[in-house]
């Protein structure tokens, strides 16, 4: 999964760099495509459920899921790549957001407390705690900042299936849910939105917005619990 993982975050960094008014999402789903084949791994994404893409490319309002395709972004978009990998039969799973050019103060508010949380949720993962623990971490910080987290899409357990149990909401209380156990491997991902939570989902039966129209971010990590510190495995 650490191999996995490097791919994962390799391919992020390298999408990051194509990131300019006037690309279409398209062309940084070709991007991810060559980069991971260049690797040696496989893209999580591609077939799975059907889904049609390598990566999954989110703009303002879609909080994840978003298909590439024609769109070209344009200043002042704030964009949600999320990317997984397949080495040797184990998956990992990352997600970053990037504005377009100049972006508004909001945007960057936002993209700031999105990546911050997905930081404090990974802290609150420690052996002998639970995964609220972490969904309480995360919702306490965006909420204390004035933004809203998704309730109806969560983080999830992840190896050598992409989904697999526990869910890791990024809501809850302290103590409550699985007990979280050395060697435990998960995708902890806060959505969080400028406007409400509640989410509608698009005729594509793929990408999920925002009800309200508020923008959003999306910040992913893989770890694995250890005895101390959870480990980030989608590092380059």
């Given at each position: 999964?650490?191999?996995?993982g490097?791919?994962?975050?390799?391919?992020?960094?390298?999408?990051?760099?194509?990131?300019?008014?006037g690309?279409m999402?398209?062309?940084?789903?070709?991007?991810?495509?060559?980069?991971?084949k260049?690797?040696g791994?496989?893209?999580?994404?591609?077939?799975?459920?059907?889904?049609?893409a390598?990566l999954c490319?989110?703009?303002?309002?879609?909080?994840?899921?978003?298909?590439?395709g024609?769109?070209?972004?344009?200043?002042?978009?704030?964009?949600?790549?999320?990317f997984?990998?397949?080495?040797?039969?184990?998956?990992?799973d990352a997600?970053?957001?990037?504005?377009?050019?100049?972006?508004s103060?909001?945007?960057?508010?936002?993209i700031?407390?999105?990546?911050?949380?997905?930081?404090?949720?990974?802290?609150?993962?420690r052996?002998g705690?639970?995964?609220?623990?972490?969904?309480?971490?995360?919702?306490?910080?965006?909420?204390?900042?004035?933004?809203?987290?998704?309730?109806e899409?969560?983080?999830?357990?992840i190896?050598?299936?992409?989904?697999?149990?526990?869910?890791?909401?990024n809501?809850?209380?302290p103590?409550?849910?699985?007990?979280?156990?050395?060697?435990?491997?998960?995708?902890?991902?806060?959505?969080v939105t400028?406007?409400?939570w509640?989410?509608?989902?698009?005729?594509?039966?793929?990408?999920?917005?925002?009800?309200?129209?508020?923008?959003?971010?999306?910040?992913?990590?893989?770890?694995?619990?250890t005895?101390?510190?959870?480990?980030?495995?989608?590092?380059?």
């Open positions: 999964m650490r191999q996995a490097r791919v994962v975050a390799a391919v992020l960094e390298r999408l990051k760099e194509e990131i300019k008014p690309v999402t398209r062309h940084l789903d070709m991007i991810a495509q060559r980069e991971v260049k690797y791994a496989r893209a999580s994404f591609k077939g799975y459920r059907g889904f049609p390598h490319v989110s703009v303002n309002d879609e909080i994840v899921h978003g298909i590439p024609a769109r070209e972004l344009k200043e002042g978009d704030i964009v949600s790549l999320d997984g990998a397949i080495v040797k039969g184990f998956h990992g997600a970053i957001t990037v504005g377009v050019g100049k972006i103060s909001q945007a960057e508010e936002l700031a407390v999105t990546q911050t949380a997905l930081m404090v949720g990974i802290k609150a993962a052996c705690g639970h995964v609220g623990d972490i969904s309480a971490a995360i919702q306490s910080y965006v909420e204390g900042k004035g933004f809203s987290v998704v309730r899409y969560s983080g999830h357990g190896g050598r299936d992409l989904h697999e149990d526990p869910l890791v909401p809501f809850g209380s103590g409550e849910g699985p007990l979280l156990q050395k060697g435990m491997t998960m995708a902890v991902e806060p959505m400028a406007g409400s509640r989410t509608r989902l698009a005729p594509n039966r793929w990408t999920v917005l925002t009800a309200d129209g508020s923008l959003a971010a999306h910040f992913e990590h893989t770890i694995v619990i005895d101390d510190e959870a480990e980030i495995l989608t590092l380059v």
